[in-house]
């Protein structure tokens, strides 16, 4: 199955989307400094789970820092092979187009090779790819930057919880 460059971009968006959604903190706050009762076991636990939310943020954001060349020449290797497949195809379907014995089959096979035809017209053009690809990182890094630093902010509000509930306790 050959995938369009919309399609990609598509995945792409929806990977952005579903990282976004993992690395953005929960809404369990620990306990604010205005409660009657402190509770240093779930303030340390808390704790605990941002510090990783900030860990787990930081190797996303490393991840989301991936070379833009190395993308273009994975996709340029994929246009290659496209290329040569859509060739075939367009050969097998001009031998089937020559012995076709209705009128339908012929223009079905007609749709087909014009289809195959965008294809190579596609693979072929990578400025197209490479803006779509360029479009995603940048949407990608963004939405890693901004969940790391919610991750901070979380671990903040995290830490001084932690440090009210210990200066209470003693």
Do not use: I, W
């Not at 953005?24 to 636990?45: K, N």
């Not at 693979?123 to 940048?138: D, E, G, N, P, W």
């Amino acid at each position: 199955m050959r995938h369009t460059v919309r399609q990609h971009l598509r995945r792409t968006v929806a990977a952005t989307a579903l990282t976004v959604a993992v690395l953005t903190p929960t809404a369990a706050t620990p306990a604010s400094a205005d409660e009657t009762t402190c509770d240093a076991v779930a303030a340390t636990a808390a704790v605990t789970s941002a510090e990783q939310a900030v860990s787990d943020a930081r190797a996303a954001f490393k991840a989301a820092n991936r070379p833009l060349g190395r993308l273009v020449a994975a996709k340029r290797h994929e246009a290659r092979v496209e290329l040569a497949q859509s060739k075939a195809a367009l050969r097998t379907l001009a031998k089937e187009s020559r012995s076709a014995s209705t009128r339908d089959g012929f223009e079905a096979l007609r749709a087909e090779a014009r289809a195959e035809r965008r294809d190579v017209a596609e693979a072929r053009s990578l400025l197209t790819y490479k803006r779509a690809t360029l479009a995603a990182v940048k949407a990608d890094r963004a939405a890693a930057r901004a969940g790391l630093a919610a991750a901070k902010a979380q671990l903040a509000v995290a830490r001084s919880a932690a440090a009210t509930c210990g200066s209470d306790a003693s």
